[in-house]
């Protein structure tokens, strides 16, 4: 696969989820040999088996190529792992430690230690989870002490930027490519190793393990920021009347600041920004930095509070009292196109209407599985209309777009009254009025 003299390297992938089992399946795409490693076994057999264990539009297609083409397959053991690869990439989970902002890296040490215990040939570790800055260069001391290479074993870093729902194209063409090292023998592995991709005209940003490392921090810090911005402006929009879909369109024309990202509605979450902000903030006090990302603080309340105004407009249409209003919930996912509900805000809207004495029934094209695992509590339905049926509320809390499609007319045929909260902007407000709803929508009169 790699454009030189020199043989491809061998790659493998630690840590098969989102991330891992996207690039593990489209580094083999791209013709490199791969090899899968999980701790989970369930994970393991399912992947060998040609089954993508979560939902990313693509990803199926591609690993049953990978798979028929014999390049790649899937293993728990690091043995093998240390054996096969030339080229490790670390994408095991980071999630926010419980009762803490900060970063849980036992999977990452777990990962790399297991790994480099068999290390006994030069190789590079290269991490590619989302990390506190300073991690690179305690695992390269780390990797030094354990692995019976040594000094041949060198960590890189190299962040990741893909996006679950576009994740296979993200990988193939990303926007760019980091390449944090701290030796020419690393860039030069890190370029083999995305050779394909680097030929494509990739743009390639060599740094060192810091800066690598906090390319990733500041890149979500930025975009949950820009979400919050305008959040914060439909905060201001709800106390003066103001329409905060206009507001947005109207600064989207201006070039320098952009329309992307500048989505008023329910807020971000999901596995990364909303952790991710956290644990920057957490780290940069840690270091005595804490004031240079305050403001981070505020952008994850302001994001929080959407949430919170989503629940008060659903009840302030059913009336104020929420005790045994039936509420039909669209959207479970963090986003559409996933079946990710890791700080989803459409469960956490729909766990907190519950609470409040409503009856809910959540309905996601993708996620409803997910969402019954993690809340039993809730009703669950298999499309739009059905959860619907009867409801004295519908509110759209994921943006799918079979929600954007729904006709106003046959849902009205089937609740029991016409009210819909539209948490993310992506209905037609002249539409459902003209079909006898009462809309509402957050920072809009
Ligand atoms: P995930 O939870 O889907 O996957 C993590 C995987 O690691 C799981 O399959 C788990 O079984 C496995 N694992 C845990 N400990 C292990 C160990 N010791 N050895 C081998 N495997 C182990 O998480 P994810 O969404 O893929 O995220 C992984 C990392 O990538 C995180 O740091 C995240 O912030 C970052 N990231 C994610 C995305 C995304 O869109 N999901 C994008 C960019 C960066």
């Known amino acids: 696969a790699a454009d030189s003299d020199e043989p491809a390297p061998r ?3 630690i840590g098969t989820g989102y991330l891992g089992a996207t690039h593990a399946i489209c580094m083999a795409a791209l013709g490199f040999h791969v090899l899968g490693v999980d701790a989970n076994a369930g994970k393991v057999a399912r992947l060998n088996s040609g089954e993508v264990p979560f939902f990313e539009p693509g990803l199926p297609e591609l690993l049953a190529k990978a798979l028929d083409s014999g390049r790649l397959r899937f293993t728990t053991s690091f043995a093998d792992a240390a054996e096969f690869g030339d080229v490790h990439f670390i994408c095991v989970g980071t999630p926010q430690q419980p009762g803490s902002d900060a970063a849980d890296l036992r999977y990452v040490d777990s990962a790399v230690t297991e790994l480099a215990a068999h290390l006994r040939r030069r190789a590079l570790v290269v991490g590619k989870s989302t990390v506190p800055v300073g991690t690179a260069a305690r695992l390269t001391e780390l990797v030094r002490r354990v692995a019976p290479a040594g000094r041949d074993v060198e960590v890189a870093w190299n962040p990741e930027f893909l996006r679950e729902g576009y994740a296979v194209d993200d990988t193939l063409r990303p926007d760019r490519l980091v390449f944090g090292v701290s030796s020419d023998w690393a860039e030069k592995q890190l370029r083999a190793a995305f050779g394909p991709v680097v030929d494509q005209g990739t743009p390639v940003v060599v740094t060192d393990l810091t800066t690598a490392e906090l390319v990733k921090m500041a890149a979500n810090s930025f975009l949950a920021t820009k979400i919050s911005y305008i959040n914060a402006m439909a905060e201001i929009c709800e106390a003066t009347g103001g329409d905060v879909t206009r507001l947005a369109e109207a600064l989207s024309y201006d070039d320098r600041i952009g329309g992307r990202f500048l989505k008023p509605g329910l807020g971000f979450g999901g596995g990364c920004l909303p952790k991710d902000i956290r644990a920057f903030a957490h780290r940069a006090e840690e270091l005595g930095v804490g004031q240079a990302v305050s403001f981070l603080r505020e952008v994850d309340a302001i994001n929080k509070r959407r949430r919170e105004r989503t629940v008060e407009l659903v009840a302030e249409l059913a009336g104020g009292d ?29 766990a907190a ?8 029934t959540v309905t996601d ?13 809730l009703a669950y339905a298999t499309d739009a209309m059905s959860a619907a049926e009867a409801a004295d509320v519908v509110v759209l809390l994921t943006e799918w777009n079979e929600f954007r499609l729904v006709d106003p007319e046959a849902m009205g045929a089937v609740v029991a009254r016409k009210r819909i909260v539209d948490g993310r902007h992506a209905l037609d407000p002249g539409q459902w009025r003209a079909a006898g709803w009462e809309y509402r929508a957050l920072g809009r009169p």
Do not use: M, Y
């Not at 919930?329 to 729909?350: C, E, H, N």
């Not at 094209?365 to 509590?377: I, K, L």
């Open 322 to 350: 929420l005790t045994g209003v039936r509420v039909a919930a669209l959207g479970a996912a963090f986003k559409p196109d996933s079946d990710d509900i890791r700080d989803a805000p459409a469960l956490d809207v729909a």
């Open 365 to 377: 094209p993708a996620a409803t599985d997910n969402a019954r695992r993690s809340h039993p509590e």
């Open 353 to 360: 209407l519950h609470r409040l004495g409503a009856q809910v």
């Open 11 to 13: 790659l493998t992938v």
